[in-house]
């Protein structure tokens, strides 16, 4: 079964909202083709605690910002949790630490391989400023797979959850049965696998380790929260096999460059989003090149020739 994308109302801007009885979201104005309506930020806490847990702070945005830290009040943010280093998710992290005193939570810096050369380098698509990715930032505590992040009335699992980046965590709140899915898995849109550093085999064994879980909602980063989320994580695996199928059949009789395999099989997809499909049918091929599936001449990259060994 195809997967089943959610929508939802641009939100208004610098206004938080209340999603649950612990978890309010504020969205930053950074709408775009890759974040939807923007980075949903998340606070977190039992509204009778003096303690708060933020989610995800967002891009570097005075606006945003202001308007998190009015949500916040005279509240008490004990732990700042980031999912992975991407510019729309971890760059306010450090400034809100500095402004509250909270401690940063991450896997750790953003990863080498996911780090593009300066001239390679197109700032005005916002798919190359998903590769940069935030530098900058490094976790006051480093946190890996069942660490547990315990404050004031909520209880966090960490899960980490690398295929997106290899520094991607999710976040399972044990009060509400709710995990906080970053841009692991995303009810608007499927997720971009910037290869080398984005990893299509180590993102689809994490998506089938969420089948093991109970989790009751996912909230995602980007767009609306995913309730009975397990058939749709079923359904986005499925998705994957068949993009993998088809790329082998595609590439049976002769062989082809990954543009040639876009625009075979991203024939009905707008062509603005052509080059994020590009990045990804290269991580399907290089997972396949893994398991000894394909072969490239004459070396494995985007403008290889790639072919059925
Ligand atoms: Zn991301």
Redesign the pocket.
Known sequence: MAPVFLTEEPPTYGVVQSVSPMVRRIVAKNPSKFTYHGTGTYIIGDPNGNELAVIDPGPDDDAHLTALLDAIGNKNVSHILVT?T?P??SPSATSLSEITSAPTYGFGKHPLAATKKPDDLDETQPDDL?GRGDTNFVPDVEIGNGDVIVGEGFTFEALHTPG??SNHLCFSLEEESTLFTG?HVMGWSTTVIPAPDGNLSHYLSNLRRLLERSEMTYRPTHGPAIEDPLPFVNSLIEHREERTTQIIAAINKEPKTVKELVNDIYSDVDESLHKAAGSSVYAHLLDLARIGVVSAEPDFDMDAEWRVK
């Open positions: 992975h991407h729309d998710h998903e997106h980046i841009d």
